[in-house]
């Protein structure tokens, strides 16, 4: 089992940063990538960045310059968004992803965290 805990989140205004923490637990070991989404009131969640074990990121396009990506030294324990320049339209709930490898059939699992809020005010 992982279990993923997010914190940093709070009200901040537009043209502001922010940092974002995630901390995993349990069977880190089997952690295939990590990465982070959000989900805006009324919309379905996204995808906003990917870090995998060899450290090849991806970002959804409308977070490249913006948001960064990043594991701490020890690897499957932490891993960082950094958000600059933040917009109105950056306010949602931000969760923690792992994918986790599991013995059966698709061979991996979702994992997420309870949320972080995050307000950009203008």
């Known amino acids: 089992q992982v279990q993923l805990v997010e914190s940093g989140g709070g009200l901040v205004q537009a043209e502001g940063s922010l940092r974002l923490s995630c901390a995993a637990s349990?069977?880190?070991?089997?952690?295939?990538?990590m990465g982070w989404y959000r989900q805006a009131p009324g919309n379905q969640r996204e995808l906003v960045a990917t870090?995998?074990?060899?450290?090849?990121?991806?970002y959804a396009d409308s977070f490249v310059g913006r948001f960064t990506i990043s594991r701490g030294p020890a690897k499957n324990t932490m891993v960082y968004l950094q958000m600059n320049s933040l917009k109105s339209e950056d306010t949602a709930v931000y969760y923690c992803?792992?994918?986790?490898?599991?013995?059966?059939?698709?061979?991996?699992?979702?994992?997420w965290g309870q949320g972080t809020q995050v307000t950009v005010s203008s």
């Open positions: 349990g069977r880190t070991g089997s952690i295939i990538s």
């Open positions: 992803n792992a994918k986790v490898e599991q013995s059966y059939n698709p061979g991996w699992a979702d994992v």
């Open positions: 870090i995998n074990r060899g450290d090849g990121v991806n």
